[in-house]
């Protein structure tokens, strides 16, 4: 009897983490593609902004190993020619961030998908050789990541930053 109720258990026991395992892939493997922006906001002692504006404009790219990330704010004005002019450089450059990097997913959290990329390219060099940590939501066709603290590159502020995505492609 005692033999017939551990081997019940076992099975139990190996169903169940063969499920969470076989969730956990899913959801990394809902990851990959091209996810657009929808909103993006920061929240840095207590105060929420929107570094890029109301209305983000932007991709994340995900592969099997690498995430790349590209936001501006949509109602930046284009430069009056080809050749920046160092005000239009600065206004650019506040108005934008992007960066890549390979990433690893560890730990299925209540928050998420814990998500961990190595910056290996940004458009600040502040974020080079940085980490940068998101969890990793689905909501349908949506995507929302969040950080528990990162350095936005607009503003330099160590910030909670909320990002929803759709599925682009």
């Known amino acids: 009897m005692n033999k017939t109720l551990l081997a019940a258990a076992a099975v139990t026991l190996f169903a169940t983490s063969t499920s969470i395992c076989a969730q956990q ?8 593609g091209t996810w657009k922006v929808v909103t993006l906001k920061a929240t840095s002692g207590g105060k ?49 961030v992007g960066w890549t990097g390979k990433y690893v997913t560890t730990d299925q959290t209540p928050d998420g998908l814990k998500l961990t990329s190595h910056v290996d390219t940004a458009s600040s060099e502040a974020l080079n050789g940085t980490d940068r940590v998101y969890f990793m939501r689905f909501d349908g066709n949506k995507l929302m990541m969040k950080s528990p603290g990162v ?16 599925k682009a492609d």
Do not use: C
Request: glycine share 4%.
């Open 25 to 32: 892939m899913t959801t990394k493997q809902q990851l990959i």
């Open 151 to 166: 350095i936005v590159p607009m503003t330099g502020a160590l910030s909670i930053v909320e990002i929803e995505l759709v």
């Open 48 to 96: 929420v902004s929107n570094p890029l504006g109301e209305h983000p404009a932007g991709y994340v790219s995900v592969t099997p190993t690498r995430i790349w990330l590209l936001f501006v704010d949509s109602t930046r004005k284009a430069p009056a020619a080809p050749t920046l002019t160092d005000a239009e450089a600065i206004a650019a450059m506040k108005s934008s």
